[in-house]
């Protein structure tokens, strides 16, 4: 990893850029593939399936046989901390819902905010090199309690044309309506659209790598919404002497062994530590399965020496992280002052994978520094805020003469008239 000691503000911009191209760079390919399954539905998507996924598909749709097949491959202690997780997860979002805000602003004038769900949802899933199942249980289990109708998935298949068997059990758990195998922006794309396979969404949701998050910026052109850019993961921590250095070496690795584009960041106060911290790296990389994919990331990844707390508070707001640790002994500061950051975890037992797999908060997380204005994926995300209201004959008369001031002042007749023949009717 890179060490940098006391850097100038000046040079806090280009010293947090996270090791990604940029949306041009990309954008060409998206919107050609887009453009050809939005002109040739199925078979763009199976041309696209055999291009970058080395194989052909007769059906596009995982069918039952599949999913009981899959239910068989997962071990019962796999499937016992599915659970666990799952009931987690779901405590958390439940705990969620809001009631009903009801509220007479003036007398007669009944204003009233409810929530409903997404309709149809489309939740992406990554397979490649890490089949995220885990990331099922963060979207299809608020979905569920949201009561959207819909919950679609998409995930790569292999060259054999399978999905990851515990990908198709945790979804099959959790309530998935159907489950196909698209992956990349031939999924996105179809989700957006809709093929005759594949039905259209309303929302997509779910991480990827830079070309599925450009892909779901892409989407957002032709009217689906989606959850947030999230692209490859990220992790800052910081941490002082009063914290274990194996243990945020580890935590480091954890996010490094997810993709070569990763980042992780250590910000400290404490030399020592940023020294001890780096040879525990060396020595727990070894034994990583994914070892050549974690030292690439860790190419990316940066020691950051700071003189004292409110510099360090203030680097980390300009970062905005993803993943964000707080291993120091005066936690209270940094967890009142920081107010960029995707998902905070405290201490020296609260390792960044309690987050990603089992203590019930989200994991689907804004990366890329879009902590500075988008929340992480929560119970909200799958549905929507509507509004009512009801005026009486006392509320229009105590309102009215408002409504047509402001709306003459607008130049908007129409508008004032709308409620001038109301009151002319109660004269």
Not at 340 to 361: K, L, Q, R, W
Request: hydrophobic content about 40%.
């Amino acid at each position: 990893m890179q060490k940098i000691s006391y850097p100038n503000r000046e040079k806090w911009e280009e010293l947090l850029k996270r090791p990604t191209r940029s949306v041009s760079d990309i954008e060409e390919t998206v919107n050609t593939i887009f453009e050809e399954i939005k002109a040739e539905g199925d078979t763009a998507i199976g041309n696209y399936t055999e291009k970058f996924d080395k194989v052909q598909l007769e059906s596009f749709l995982v069918s039952k046989e599949e999913i009981e097949v899959a239910s068989t491959k997962v071990s019962e202690e796999l499937k016992q901390a599915i659970s666990l997780a799952k009931s987690n997860i779901e405590r958390f979002h439940t705990a969620q819902k809001t009631e009903k805000v009801v509220l007479e602003t003036m007398p007669g004038v009944l204003c009233w905010q409810e929530k409903k769900p997404i309709q149809k949802v489309g939740l992406y899933i990554p397979g490649g090199t890490a089949p995220l199942f885990s990331t099922i249980l963060m979207l299809a289990v608020p979905a569920k309690i949201a009561d959207c109708k819909e919950i679609i998935l998409c995930t790569p298949p292999d060259q054999k044309g399978e999905i990851n068997p515990t990908i198709l059990y945790t979804a099959q758990c959790c309530g998935v309506t159907q489950i196909f195998k698209v992956g990349g922006i031939q999924a996105i794309a179809g989700m957006t659209f809709g093929t005759d396979t594949i039905p259209k969404v309303y929302k997509i949701f779910g991480p990827g790598n830079q070309y599925v998050t450009v892909a779901k910026q892409i989407a957002t052109k032709y009217g689906v919404a989606i959850d947030m850019p999230a692209g490859p993961s990220e992790l800052l921590v910081v941490a002082d002497d009063s914290a274990n250095a194996a243990f945020v070496a580890s935590d480091l690795l954890s996010q490094a062994e997810h993709g070569i584009d990763s980042q992780v960041i250590l910000v400290s106060t404490s030399e020592k530590l940023l020294n001890d911290v780096a040879v525990e790296i060396e020595n727990q990389i070894q034994s990583l399965p994914r070892k050549a994919i974690a030292e690439k990331a860790i190419e990316n990844s940066k020691l950051i020496l700071i003189d004292n707390d409110e510099n360090a508070i203030d680097l980390i707001n300009e970062y905005g992280p993803e993943h964000y640790i707080v291993c120091v002994e005066n936690e209270e500061i940094f967890i009142e002052n920081t107010v960029n950051a995707g998902s905070v975890f405290i201490g020296n037992y609260t390792p960044e994978s309690a987050g990603d797999y089992a203590s019930g908060t989200n994991h689907t997380l804004p990366t890329n520094g879009y902590a500075k204005q988008y929340s992480g994926v929560n119970l909200d995300s799958f549905m929507k805020s509507m509004t009512f209201q009801k005026i009486n004959q006392e509320g229009i008369l105590g309102i009215g003469n408002a409504i047509e001031l402001m709306a003459e002042a607008e130049g908007l007749q129409a508008h004032k008239n709308a409620v001038t023949l109301r009151l002319k009717s109660l004269e």
